[in-house]
């Protein structure tokens, strides 16, 4: 099923999405991979605030090349999630509703999605280019000597997902497997 979802991102939403369902989504998002999510657990773990509202909201997990002249940002592929299972529990028991990669999870974190009410979605690796398109602003709001890591917040507009696990913990890549092997 396609569905078009605005942020932020509510449970109401993600009860909403089911594993294989097509995602367009529209508003705030955040990006953030190892090493800025390394630093926001280190920052908790010392009782500090973290640099952004994680209540209700989106990380897509995307370190992005230089832009050229004219554009917003380069491109703007996934990483691989996996990569966070460490730490993507703590952020998903704050608030946090959905995530944005590619790859499997950890138990841990299909755990922690089930918990939370929470989806992980997948965007296309090798499409950087094209979803750079539907990023219309990007702006560095912390961690800036991460270079490409750092926290930034992206104004995204139809930008193309897969729910990969819903929020009973429904697994594309298990259910899709297992309909290859019956054909």
Same mark, same amino acid.
Do not use: W
């Given at each position: 099923?396609?569905?078009?979802i ?25 990006t ?45 592929g ?16 704050? *608030?946090?509703? =959905?995530? #944005?990669?590619?790859?499997?999870? %950890?138990? +841990? /974190? &299909? ?14 690796? *090798?499409?950087? =280019?094209? #979803?750079?398109?539907?990023?219309k %602003?990007? +702006? /560095? &709001? ?19 997902? #897969? ?21």
């Amino acid at each position: 099923m396609e569905k078009h979802i605005h942020t932020p991102i509510t449970q109401e939403v993600t009860s909403e999405l089911k594993s294989g369902d097509y995602v367009y989504l529209t508003g705030t998002i955040y990006t953030a991979r190892d090493a800025a999510h390394k630093r926001m657990i280190e920052a908790l773990d010392r009782g500090e605030t973290l640099p952004v509202d994680i209540e209700n909201s989106v990380i897509y997990y995307m370190g992005p090349s230089p832009a050229r002249e004219g554009q917003v940002i380069g491109s703007a592929g996934p990483t691989t999630a996996s990569r966070m299972d460490k730490y993507a529990p703590r952020l998903l028991d704050l *608030g946090e509703k =959905a995530m #944005i990669g590619k790859g499997k999870r %950890s138990k +841990e /974190v &299909i755990d922690a999605i089930v918990r939370n009410s929470a989806v992980y979605l997948a965007a296309v690796g *090798g499409a950087g =280019a094209l #979803i750079s398109e539907c990023i219309k %602003s990007s +702006e /560095v &709001i912390c961690y800036e000597d991460l270079g490409t890591e750092a926290v930034r917040r992206l104004e995204v507009e139809k930008f193309p997902m #897969i729910v990969v696990i819903d929020t009973e913990g429904n697994n594309l890549y298990d259910t899709a497997l297992k309909e290859y092997e019956k054909k």
